[in-house]
C-alpha cells in the first residue's frame, strides 16, 4: 500500500493545481466562470464533484459500509454528561444526515451541544460524558457500537477534525511536516518518506510555501497554522472533515482566506464538511444546510436560503436578526432576553419556550415533535403537523431599531432583563 | 436615525465638534530586544512601528470605532490613551489641555477618573478570588475616593446601572458564579463606578455569544445617553463597528487609512483597504454568485511592523497599486463629509472605482487611468 509521491501530485488532480496558481495570483474566481456555473446549484455540482473524486482515494471503503446507505446518519443521538450535581443533557435527541459532498453548518449558542454532537461522532469525549442512546451510521456502520480499538479505523481516515484553536492543538516542539505526515503514518502504515511528501504535497494544497514545513507552529502566523490543522485533517483523505470552530479565532481577512480554501478543497477533493460554528455567517457562507441547535435538540434544519431567508423557528429568527449584518440597515439588533436553561433539569416542554416571544400553554408542556415541511424541518408548536409550514414572523418589540432614536430609548421598552 | 447621536451632539453645542481628545501626530515604536550581548553594547535591533503617527480626535458624547485586523495598532491606540503605554512622540490633548507629558499615579489620579478601559476578556480581566462587591470597588478604595459608606453606594448604584439588578444579589458572589455577559456586565460596573467621561472599550463582546453581545452592546448606548459618556470601541469586526458607531477609523499597520461617519466609510469607501474589508465582512445572508464574485480577498497577511513596507504601507497587497503608492505615502485626503481616506487613488476627493470585480477585467476608470494605474491583468 505504497504511495509514490508522483502518483499523488497526479491524483490530486489539476483542478488543485489550478486553483493553487489561481491563489497565488491574488485574484477572486472570475465572475463569468460564476455566474455559468451558479446555474446549477451548489449542491448538485458538489455532490457529482465527490462520485467522481471518489475513485481518487488509495484506499477502500471500510468493508462493513453498506452501498448506498448515506455517508453519515445520525438518529436521536444522546450525550450526557456526569457531574456531581446532576446529569447535563448535552445532547438530547440530535437526527442529521450528510451527504456525500455536502456542506452542514452546525450553529448554536455557547452550551447548546453543537460540540458535543461533533465529538460524540467519533467518540472523543471527555471521560464523564456518555453516548446513552442513538446511532452514528457511518455508511450504513453504526459507530455507537464500536468498540474504543475498532473506532481507530474510523477517527482521522473517515472523520477527522480541525480544532478551533489551532496553537493548542498542534505540537509546539514538534515541525509542522512532521505533525502532518504523523497519521499518514500511523493510521495508513506508509513509510517515513512517502509519508513526509504527501505532508508536503497537502501543505502546498493548503496554501503554506512547501518550506515552511519545516517551521515549528510558533513561527507560522494564525491564519498559516489554520491551514496547518486543515492540512493534517485532510492527511488520511477522509470522507467527512469536521471543522469545530475553524475561524474563529481569525481576523477578518484571513477568515474569508480560510473560508475559500475550505469550499476549494470541498470542491476540488469532494470532501464533506461539518462545521461547527456560533457564527451564523460562516455558515451562510460555505454550507448548504445549515442545523440550529438549542439547549440539545434541533430547533431547526434545512437549506441554507430556507434557513437563512425564511427562518420558521423563533429561536432561528431571532438569532439571526441579533446578528449584526453590514449590507442591512443600521441598529438593527434584537435582544433574546433570558439565557438558555440548565440542562441538568431543562423545561418539560419546548426548551426556548422561556424565552420565546410566542410561547402558548402547549409549549411549556409539550415537547414539540420535529416536522418536516419540503426541505426543512423544524421542532415548535406554531408548525403542527398537517399544517402549511408557512413561515410565521415573530414581532420584534425589542429591537434596537434603525426607527428607535439611539439617544432617548422609547418610553414603551421594556426594561432590559437580566439573565437569571 | 442614521447617525443619531453625533447629530445630537454636534447640533446640540453647535460647531465646530467638541473635541474631548485629540492625538496628533501619535506614534509608538517599540524596541526589538536583541540579546545579551545586544544589550550590554546598547546596539538596537530595530523597531516595530505598532503606532506610526496617527490624527485622531474623539468628539464628546459619540462612538467612535477604530478597526483594524491584529497588529494593526488599534490596542495600542487605546493603551496611549488610557496611559497604559507611553507614546514615542505626538502630542495628546484632553479637554483642552495638553496631557501628553503626564505621567505617575499621582499625577495621573484624576485623569484615570474621567477615562476608563474595558478588557477583553472577562475570564482575565476578573480576580477569581474577589468577590464582585470588592472587584467594583476597588477602584474607589485605591484612589480613595468617598467615605465607605459612599463607596458602597457608589458600587451598588454602578452595578445596578450595568444592568446587574438588584446589586444586592450579585455583589457577594464571585466570578466563576455569573455567565460570560454577567462577568463583563461587572468588567462595565468596575469603569463606570469612576464615573468616567470617556470608555476606552477593547473588544468587549467579542468573547461572546451573539444574543448576549446584543444586550452589551444595547447597554453601552444606553448609558451613553444616560450619563453622556463617549466611547472609543476597538474592534477587529467591522459589523459589529457598523452597528454601534457614529464614526469609524480604519487601521492598518499603525496608520489610520480612512476615517469618517459610519454610514459614509461602510457604504462609499474610499480605501482600498475599507473597501476589501467591507466586502469580505461576513453577513448572516448566505451570498449569491454575483455578491461572491465581486468579493475581494486579500492575498496574504498584514505585514508586521518591524518591517513596514516603503510609500503607501498597504501598496504589496493593493488591487489597485500603481506607481507613486510604491515611494510616496499617501496623506489622508479630505474626500467630504468629514470622510478622510489616505489613498492617492482619493486626491481630490476622487472616489475610488468602486468595481472590485474589476480586478479581473479591468475596467478603465477615468480616475485610475489619469494618474497611470496599473491595473493587474
Given at each position: 500500500?505504497?504511495v509514490?509521491?508522483?502518483?499523488?501530485?497526479?491524483?490530486?488532480?489539476?483542478a488543485?493545481v489550478?486553483?493553487?496558481?489561481?491563489d497565488?495570483?491574488?485574484?477572486?474566481?472570475?465572475?463569468?466562470?460564476?455566474?455559468?456555473?451558479?446555474?446549477?446549484?451548489?449542491?448538485?455540482?458538489?455532490?457529482?464533484?465527490?462520485?467522481?473524486?471518489?475513485?481518487?482515494?488509495?484506499?477502500?471503503?471500510?468493508?462493513?459500509?453498506?452501498?448506498?446507505?448515506?455517508?453519515?446518519?445520525?438518529?436521536?443521538?444522546?450525550?450526557?454528561f456526569?457531574?456531581?450535581?446532576?446529569?447535563?443533557?448535552?445532547?438530547?435527541?440530535?437526527?442529521?444526515?450528510?451527504?456525500?459532498?455536502?456542506?452542514?453548518?452546525?450553529?448554536?449558542?455557547?452550551?447548546?451541544?453543537?460540540?458535543?454532537?461533533?465529538?460524540?461522532?467519533?467518540?472523543i469525549?471527555?471521560?464523564?460524558?456518555?453516548?446513552?442512546?442513538?446511532?452514528?451510521?457511518?455508511?450504513?456502520?453504526?459507530?455507537?457500537?464500536?468498540?474504543?480499538?475498532?473506532?481507530?479505523?474510523y477517527?482521522?481516515?473517515?472523520?477527522?477534525?480541525?480544532?478551533?484553536?489551532?496553537?493548542?492543538?498542534?505540537?509546539?516542539?514538534?515541525?509542522?511536516?512532521?505533525?502532518?505526515?504523523?497519521p499518514?503514518?500511523?493510521?495508513?502504515?506508509e513509510?517515513?518518506a512517502?509519508?513526509?511528501?504527501?505532508?508536503?504535497?497537502?501543505?502546498e494544497?493548503?496554501?503554506?510555501?512547501?518550506?515552511?514545513?519545516?517551521?515549528?507552529?510558533?513561527?507560522?502566523?494564525?491564519?498559516?497554522?489554520?491551514?496547518?490543522?486543515?492540512?493534517?485533517?485532510?492527511?488520511?483523505?477522509?470522507?467527512i472533515?469536521?471543522?469545530?470552530?475553524p475561524?474563529?479565532?481569525?481576523?477578518?481577512?484571513?477568515?474569508?482566506?480560510?473560508?475559500?480554501?475550505?469550499?476549494?478543497?470541498?470542491?476540488?477533493?469532494?470532501?464533506?464538511?461539518?462545521?461547527?460554528t456560533?457564527?451564523?455567517?460562516?455558515?451562510a457562507?460555505?454550507?448548504?444546510?445549515?442545523?440550529v441547535?438549542?439547549?440539545?435538540?434541533?430547533?431547526?434544519?434545512?437549506?441554507?436560503?430556507?434557513?437563512?431567508?425564511?427562518?420558521?423557528?423563533?429561536?432561528?429568527?431571532?438569532?439571526?436578526?441579533?446578528?449584526?449584518?453590514?449590507r442591512a440597515?443600521?441598529?438593527?439588533?434584537?435582544?433574546?432576553?433570558?439565557?438558555?436553561?440548565?440542562?441538568?433539569?431543562?423545561?418539560?416542554?419546548?426548551?426556548?419556550?422561556?424565552?420565546?416571544?410566542?410561547?402558548?400553554?402547549?409549549?411549556?408542556?409539550?415537547?414539540?415533535?420535529?416536522?418536516?415541511?419540503?426541505?426543512?424541518?423544524?421542532?415548535?408548536?406554531?408548525?403542527?403537523?398537517?399544517?402549511?409550514?408557512?413561515?410565521?414572523?415573530?414581532?420584534?418589540?425589542?429591537?434596537?431599531?434603525?426607527?428607535?432614536?439611539?439617544?432617548e430609548?422609547?418610553?414603551?421598552?421594556?426594561?432590559?432583563?437580566v439573565?437569571? | 436615525?442614521?447617525?443619531?447621536?453625533?447629530?445630537?451632539?454636534?447640533?446640540?453645542?453647535?460647531?465646530?465638534?467638541?473635541v474631548?481628545?485629540?492625538?496628533?501626530?501619535?506614534?509608538?515604536?517599540?524596541?526589538?530586544?536583541?540579546?545579551?550581548?545586544?544589550?550590554?553594547?546598547?546596539?538596537?535591533?530595530?523597531?516595530?512601528?505598532?503606532?506610526?503617527?496617527?490624527?485622531?480626535?474623539l468628539?464628546?458624547?459619540?462612538?467612535?470605532?477604530?478597526?483594524?485586523?491584529?497588529?494593526s495598532?488599534?490596542?495600542t491606540?487605546?493603551?496611549?490613551?488610557?496611559?497604559?503605554?507611553?507614546?514615542?512622540?505626538?502630542?495628546?490633548t484632553?479637554?483642552?489641555?495638553?496631557?501628553?507629558?503626564?505621567?505617575?499615579?499621582?499625577?495621573?489620579?484624576?485623569?484615570?477618573?474621567?477615562?476608563?478601559?474595558?478588557?477583553?476578556?472577562?475570564?482575565?480581566?476578573?480576580?477569581p478570588?474577589?468577590?464582585?462587591?470588592?472587584?467594583?470597588?476597588?477602584?474607589?478604595?485605591?484612589?480613595?475616593i468617598?467615605?465607605?459608606?459612599?463607596?458602597?453606594?457608589?458600587t451598588f448604584?454602578?452595578?445596578?446601572?450595568?444592568?446587574?439588578?438588584?446589586a444586592?444579589?450579585f455583589?457577594f458572589?464571585f466570578?466563576?458564579?455569573?455567565?460570560?455577559?454577567?462577568?463583563?456586565?461587572?468588567?462595565?460596573?468596575g469603569?463606570?463606578?469612576?464615573?468616567?467621561?470617556?470608555?476606552?472599550?477593547?473588544?468587549?463582546?467579542?468573547?461572546?455569544?451573539?444574543?448576549?453581545?446584543?444586550?452589551?452592546?444595547?447597554?453601552?448606548?444606553?448609558?451613553?445617553?444616560?450619563?453622556?459618556?463617549?466611547?472609543?470601541?476597538?474592534?477587529?469586526?467591522?459589523?459589529?463597528?457598523?452597528?454601534?458607531?457614529?464614526?469609524?477609523?480604519?487601521?492598518?499597520?499603525?496608520?489610520?487609512?480612512?476615517?469618517?461617519?459610519?454610514?459614509?466609510?461602510?457604504?462609499?469607501?474610499?480605501?482600498?483597504?475599507?473597501?476589501?474589508?467591507?466586502?469580505?465582512?461576513?453577513?448572516?445572508?448566505?451570498?449569491?454568485?454575483?455578491?461572491?464574485?465581486k468579493?475581494?480577498?486579500?492575498?496574504?497577511e498584514?505585514?508586521?511592523?518591524?518591517?513596514?513596507?516603503?510609500?503607501?504601507?498597504?501598496?504589496?497587497?493593493?488591487?489597485?497599486?500603481?506607481?507613486?503608492?510604491?515611494?510616496?505615502?499617501?496623506?489622508?485626503?479630505?474626500?467630504?463629509?468629514?470622510?478622510?481616506?489616505?489613498?492617492?487613488?482619493?486626491?481630490?476627493?476622487?472616489?475610488?472605482?468602486?468595481?472590485p470585480?474589476?480586478?479581473?477585467?479591468?475596467?478603465?476608470?477615468p480616475?485610475?487611468?489619469?494618474?497611470?494605474?496599473e491595473?493587474?491583468?
Amino acid at each position: 500500500m505504497s504511495v509514490d509521491p508522483r502518483d499523488l501530485a497526479r491524483s490530486t488532480d489539476e483542478a488543485l493545481v489550478d486553483a493553487r496558481l489561481q491563489d497565488a495570483t491574488a485574484v477572486p474566481e472570475s465572475s463569468a466562470a460564476d455566474v455559468a456555473t451558479a446555474k446549477r446549484s451548489r449542491r448538485e455540482r458538489a455532490i457529482e464533484a465527490a462520485l467522481q473524486i471518489r475513485g481518487r482515494r488509495q484506499w477502500a471503503p471500510p468493508k462493513q459500509a453498506k452501498p448506498g446507505a448515506p455517508l453519515l446518519e445520525v438518529r436521536d443521538l444522546k450525550t450526557y454528561f456526569r457531574l456531581e450535581s446532576g446529569t447535563v443533557r448535552a445532547v438530547d435527541g440530535v437526527s442529521f444526515q450528510l451527504d456525500y459532498g455536502e456542506a452542514l453548518g452546525i450553529v448554536g449558542e455557547s452550551g447548546c451541544g453543537k460540540t458535543t454532537t461533533a465529538l460524540s461522532l467519533v467518540q472523543i469525549l471527555p471521560p464523564n460524558a456518555r453516548i446513552v442512546g442513538g446511532e452514528v451510521n457511518l455508511m450504513g456502520i453504526d459507530l455507537v457500537k464500536k468498540t474504543e480499538n475498532q473506532l481507530r479505523r474510523y477517527r482521522w481516515r473517515e472523520i477527522s477534525i480541525v480544532f478551533q484553536g489551532a496553537m493548542n492543538a498542534l505540537n509546539p516542539v514538534q515541525r509542522v511536516v512532521d505533525q502532518i505526515a504523523e497519521p499518514i503514518e500511523q493510521r495508513l502504515g506508509e513509510p517515513k518518506a512517502t509519508a513526509r511528501a504527501k505532508a508536503r504535497a497537502l501543505l502546498e494544497v493548503v496554501g503554506i510555501p512547501k518550506q515552511r514545513g519545516a517551521a515549528y507552529p510558533h513561527e507560522l502566523s494564525g491564519g498559516m497554522r489554520q491551514r496547518a490543522m486543515i492540512a493534517m485533517a485532510l492527511a488520511c483523505d477522509p470522507a467527512i472533515v469536521i471543522g469545530d470552530e475553524p475561524t474563529t479565532a481569525l481576523d477578518v481577512m484571513v477568515q474569508a482566506q480560510i473560508l475559500e480554501l475550505l469550499e476549494r478543497l470541498r470542491r476540488d477533493l469532494g470532501l464533506s464538511l461539518i462545521l461547527i460554528t456560533h457564527d451564523l455567517s460562516v455558515v451562510a457562507e460555505t454550507c448548504d444546510r445549515a442545523l440550529v441547535m438549542y439547549a440539545g435538540r434541533v430547533a431547526e434544519e434545512g437549506a441554507i436560503g430556507e434557513i437563512f431567508r425564511r427562518p420558521r423557528h423563533p429561536y432561528t429568527q431571532k438569532l439571526l436578526s441579533s446578528f449584526p449584518n453590514i449590507r442591512a440597515d443600521r441598529r438593527t439588533l434584537e435582544v433574546i432576553p433570558g439565557s438558555p436553561p440548565d440542562l441538568r433539569a431543562p423545561p418539560p416542554g419546548c426548551r426556548f419556550a422561556p424565552r420565546c416571544t410566542f410561547a402558548m400553554a402547549v409549549c411549556s408542556e409539550v415537547v414539540p415533535p420535529e416536522i418536516t415541511f419540503g426541505d426543512v424541518r423544524v421542532a415548535c408548536h406554531l408548525y403542527p403537523p398537517g399544517s402549511d409550514g408557512a413561515q410565521v414572523t415573530v414581532p420584534r418589540p425589542n429591537a434596537i431599531g434603525a426607527s428607535v432614536p439611539l439617544v432617548e430609548p422609547p418610553p414603551d421598552l421594556p426594561p432590559m432583563e437580566v439573565p437569571a | 436615525m442614521s447617525d443619531g447621536g453625533l447629530a445630537k451632539t454636534a447640533d446640540g453645542t453647535g460647531s465646530p465638534h467638541d473635541v474631548l481628545y485629540r492625538l496628533q501626530g501619535m506614534k509608538v515604536h517599540f524596541a526589538v530586544r536583541g540579546g545579551f550581548l545586544d544589550t550590554i553594547l546598547r546596539r538596537s535591533r530595530g523597531v516595530i512601528r505598532a503606532v506610526d503617527g496617527i490624527d485622531l480626535e474623539l468628539r464628546r458624547g459619540e462612538v467612535l470605532a477604530l478597526v483594524g485586523e491584529s497588529g494593526s495598532g488599534k490596542t495600542t491606540t487605546g493603551r496611549v490613551i488610557v496611559k497604559l503605554t507611553p507614546q514615542t512622540d505626538g502630542r495628546l490633548t484632553f479637554d483642552g489641555k495638553d496631557v501628553t507629558d503626564l505621567w505617575g499615579t499621582t499625577a495621573l489620579r484624576g485623569y484615570r477618573r474621567r477615562i476608563q478601559l474595558i478588557f477583553q476578556d472577562p475570564y482575565e480581566t476578573l480576580n477569581p478570588k474577589q468577590s464582585i462587591n470588592d472587584f467594583v470597588m476597588e477602584p474607589l478604595v485605591v484612589n480613595d475616593i468617598g467615605a465607605p459608606r459612599d463607596r458602597q453606594a457608589a458600587t451598588f448604584a454602578a452595578l445596578e446601572a450595568a444592568g446587574l439588578r438588584p446589586a444586592s444579589d450579585f455583589a457577594f458572589r464571585f466570578p466563576h458564579e455569573l455567565s460570560g455577559g454577567q462577568r463583563q456586565r461587572v468588567v462595565i460596573a468596575g469603569a463606570l463606578v469612576m464615573d468616567p467621561e470617556v470608555i476606552v472599550a477593547d473588544e468587549p463582546v467579542s468573547m461572546l455569544d451573539v444574543s448576549i453581545r446584543t444586550e452589551l452592546l444595547r447597554l453601552m448606548l444606553d448609558l451613553r445617553a444616560e450619563r453622556g459618556l463617549t466611547y472609543l470601541f476597538i474592534t477587529h469586526d467591522l459589523s459589529l463597528a457598523w452597528v454601534i458607531a457614529d464614526r469609524i477609523a480604519v487601521m492598518y499597520l499603525g496608520k489610520i487609512m480612512e476615517i469618517g461617519p459610519a454610514e459614509q466609510v461602510i457604504r462609499s469607501p474610499h480605501n482600498p483597504y475599507t473597501q476589501a474589508l467591507v466586502s469580505v465582512s461576513p453577513t448572516p445572508e448566505p451570498p449569491t454568485p454575483g455578491e461572491r464574485a465581486k468579493r475581494t480577498i486579500l492575498v496574504g497577511e498584514t505585514p508586521d511592523a518591524a518591517h513596514v513596507p516603503p510609500g503607501c504601507r498597504f501598496h504589496p497587497r493593493c488591487p489597485y497599486a500603481f506607481d507613486r503608492c510604491r515611494v510616496e505615502e499617501p496623506p489622508l485626503f479630505d474626500v467630504g463629509g468629514g470622510q478622510s481616506a489616505a489613498c492617492w487613488l482619493a486626491e481630490g476627493g476622487r472616489s475610488l472605482p468602486v468595481l472590485p470585480h474589476r480586478i479581473q477585467e479591468p475596467v478603465p476608470s477615468p480616475a485610475a487611468t489619469a494618474i497611470g494605474a496599473e491595473l493587474p491583468a
